[in-house]
T-cell receptor, first 116, second 111 residues
Framework: GAVVSQHPSRVICKSGTSVKIECRSL??????MFWYRQFPKQSLMLMAT?????????EQGVEKDKFLINHASLTLSTLTVTSAHPEDSSFYIC????????????FGSGTRLTVV | SQQGEEDPQALSIQEGENATMNCSYK?????LQWYRQNSGRGLVHLIL?????REKHSGRLRVTLDTSKKSSSLLITASRAADTASYFC???????????FGKGTLLTVNP
């Protein structure tokens, strides 16, 4: 079946630094990738949608300059949290979809970001 | 904004019992999906039901969809301790393929 690899699974960084999270589709071409944020015991909040080769579409209230998304190829999307602060600590999950929808939505295993 | 609302928020049952979770939504949809999430992990797709379907089965899972009431239910039969997880419904609508997730139900199956 379709697999999406997300790493790192856990990262601790200092305030003010930037962190990059990668999301790769291993056996299909991910035309569209989605990035979510999840707070403890809460639901997933969509942050942005990215299509290969074009700029990401951010949801209302999500800072574009804070959360940089790059989807340069059909198998890789990255989320960079810039100038991280403790309030950015959260669980970030990516999801990928192929163009035909044959694989539905496949989720990565998530990244636990802790900013100290 | 979150469209789906699951209830109950938490459900605790004994192994072997059935677990029923409900999801309500507010706008028209193309499909409704159910996902499972173990603590601190990603989501696993369980089942998708299209807006023109009323019921779907997959193993021990049974999903119903009532578009007139804008609601869906997920039934897990003969539950096992390994079914302990959070379950989310997600609705898909429009051509942008975005999913809107509900708040989830935390299911605990006691051995």
């Amino acid at each position: 079946g379709a697999v999406v690899s997300q790493h790192p699974s856990r990262v601790i960084c200092k305030s003010g630094t930037s962190v990059k999270i990668e999301c790769r589709s291993l056996d299909f071409q991910a035309t569209t990738m989605f990035w979510y944020r999840q707070f403890p015991k809460q639901s997933l909040m969509l942050m942005a949608t990215s299509n290969e080769g074009s700029k990401a579409t951010y949801e209302q209230g999500v800072e574009k300059d804070k959360f940089l998304i790059n989807h340069a190829s059909l198998t890789l999307s990255t989320l960079t949290v810039t100038s991280a602060h403790p309030e950015d600590s959260s669980f970030y999950i990516c999801s990928a979809r192929d163009s035909d929808g044959n694989y539905g939505y496949t989720f990565g295993s998530g990244t636990r970001l802790t900013v100290v | 904004s979150q469209q789906g609302e699951e209830d109950p928020q938490a459900l605790s049952i004994q192994e072997g019992e059935n677990a029923t979770m409900n999801c309500s939504y507010k706008t028209s949809i193309n499909n409704l999906q159910w996902y499972r999430q173990n603590s601190g992990r990603g989501l696993v797709h369980l089942i998708l039901i299209r807006s023109n379907e009323r019921e779907k089965h997959s193993g021990r899972l049974r999903v119903t969809l009532d578009t007139s009431k804008k609601s869906s239910s997920l039934l897990i039969t003969a539950s096992r301790a390994a079914d302990t997880a959070s379950y989310f419904c997600a609705t898909g609508r429009g051509s942008n393929y975005k999913l809107t997730f509900g708040k989830g139900t935390l299911l605990t199956v006691n051995p």
